[in-house]
């Protein structure tokens, strides 16, 4: 089983490895958007828009495999929903502070400033960001109990961030409705260099996702281990 396993995460890395080095150059040759008198108002930094809402997808798939791994545990004590809330938590901090680099570049292009505290996607973005670093410190340093803590937050954050989506077609700002990728929203080449960084994205997602599981289920069990050569007295010098 084992060689299996490692034979299906070669692959996996070589195929994420190859989609990346074909992405960048279908975005490179993906025209810009132009208005109707021919000016490209935000010039290459449309760009950022096929590594921002990749990220963000990813982010939002995070959040969701990270309330399901702690419904898990909080019903069963399943020790694997543990690990894939905690591997899901930390995945949902690096997308989404992916998403919150790459968003104010845009939007200073776009709308002349960094931030805009009245924008309701992007305040309940933030909320939604530092609800899983709460997350990661309270599993880091809360101690015995910590686990339940910090399954409610990864609840809290499963509620936030469907509000964080659907914010533009309540409370309308500065963010575009999201129409863009709809039939006939993008020019071909747009639509294909978009679909698929948005393939990549995910492929490297469930990629690192695998990873960081596998990861804290052998530092679960190095901890049993741990725990029961001290209970058997192994430990004492």
């Avoid at 001290?230 to 004492?236: H, K, P, S, V, Y």
Wanted: aromatic share 14%.
């Amino acid at each position: 089983m084992r060689p299996l396993k490692n034979l299906s995460f070669l692959v996996g890395t070589l195929a994420v490895a190859a989609v990346m080095l074909v992405v960048p150059r279908m975005i490179l040759a993906a025209p810009v958007p132009m208005d109707t008198n021919g000016v490209t108002p935000m010039a290459y930094a449309q760009k950022i828009f096929y590594f921002h809402v990749p990220t963000a997808w990813c982010a939002y798939l995070s959040v969701f495999f990270c309330a399901g791994g702690s419904i898990a545990h909080l019903m069963k004590r399943s020790r694997a929903g543990l690990a894939i809330a905690t591997a899901a938590a930390e995945l949902v901090v690096v997308f989404g502070l992916c998403v919150l680099v790459t968003g104010p570049l845009w939007g200073r292009m776009q709308w002349g400033r960094w931030w805009d505290w009245t924008d309701v996607r992007l305040v309940s973005t933030l909320i939604l960001w530092m609800t899983f670093v709460a997350y990661m410190f309270v599993r880091r340093y809360g101690g015995p109990g910590s686990e339940k803590l910090a399954s409610g937050l990864a609840l809290f954050g499963a509620v936030d961030a469907p509000i964080t989506y659907f914010a533009v077609f309540f409370w309308n700002k500065l963010h575009p409705q999201a129409t863009v990728v709809r039939r006939g929203g993008m020019a071909p080449e747009m639509a294909k260099a978009f679909f698929l960084s948005l393939a990549a994205f995910t492929v490297l997602y469930f990629l690192l996702l695998a990873i960081r599981v596998r990861l804290e289920r052998a530092r679960q069990r190095l901890d049993d281990a741990h725990l029961a050569a001290d209970e058997a007295g192994l430990l004492d010098v």
